[in-house]
């Protein structure tokens, strides 16, 4: 009975201390970057040692993608699980593109608020590694999540029979940059801009934020067509004169 309690105490100590080291990463991989970040500062954020860090995870690069995995597990499970909810009531018919682009896009932010799921620092941490990746992360993300990214895609092309399928891929792409922008905070913004931003407006206001991208991206996805036929008409005719 004992070996047994202290195994189980054993197990805790050990969760607990994975915890730690996970929430330690996620936080200074947020503020510093994956290679601003070192083991060094992960460890004494954590309150633990090298060794410990390499029994739970072996490596820096396998951390990062521990960090990461524990976040986007859930919110992809949500992410389907919302598109099943929404196909199953639809009664066959193609979704409307603002309930797509909710539960892809809307989903992400509204983990916000939820700091068991990482709250606003796994937020900010997201839109910082997608818009300065490193190679290895952007790989892991592309093959684990995958399938997710089909089943919505599949459904934007269902939902939108009369725009070509390139043209809502790009279209996508375009979206998937505009939020990983936006939910990296308004630093870059007033680092690229000297537009002024209220305290009241940051991106701390999710009650802005959600709504705000949430019109910008459903703007872009209906935006009209672009005209290539005739830009390279006239380039020819240009050309040839």
């Known amino acids: ?17 994975r915890e730690r080291i996970l ?7 947020m503020a510093h970057g994956y290679d601003g970040t070192s083991m060094r500062q992960i460890t004494g954020d954590a309150g633990v040692n090298l060794a410990a860090v390499n029994y739970h995870f072996g490596s820096k690069e396998a951390l990062m993608q521990e960090v990461f995995r524990r976040r986007l597990d859930w919110l ?7 598109l099943d909810e929404m196909e199953a009531g639809s009664g066959g018919q193609p979704l409307k593109p603002s309930q797509i682009v909710d539960g892809f896009f809307g989903t992400l ?11 606003l620092t796994f937020l900010r941490l997201l839109g910082r590694t997608l818009t300065e ?10 093959e684990e999540y995958a399938h997710v990214l089909e089943r919505y ?16 891929v790009w279209r996508f792409h375009f979206m998937l940059g505009a939020t990983s922008y936006a939910i990296a905070g308004t630093d870059a913004l007033r680092v690229v801009t000297d537009w002024g931003i209220e305290e009241g407006d940051s991106v701390d206001r999710l ?7 949430m019109s910008f991206l459903l ?3 209906r935006a009209p067509l672009p005209q290539f036929a005739a830009a390279e008409g006239e380039q020819q005719a240009a050309r040839a004169a």
């Open 109 to 119: 932010l509204r983990m916000a608020d939820d700091e068991k799921r990482g709250g």
């Open 153 to 168: 895609k599949a459904a934007l092309f269902r939902a939108l029979p009369d725009v070509p399928k390139a043209e809502i």
């Open 207 to 213: 009650d802005r934020l959600l709504p705000r991208l």
């Open 23 to 29: 929430d330690a990463a996620e936080r200074l991989f």
């Open 76 to 82: 992809n499970e949500e992410r389907m699980r919302m």
């Open 133 to 142: 990746p490193s190679e290895f992360i952007r790989t892991f993300l592309a």
């Open 219 to 221: 703007g872009g996805l």
């Open 1 to 17: 009975m004992a070996a047994e309690v202290h195994e189980g105490m054993a197990e805790v100590r050990n969760i607990d201390t």
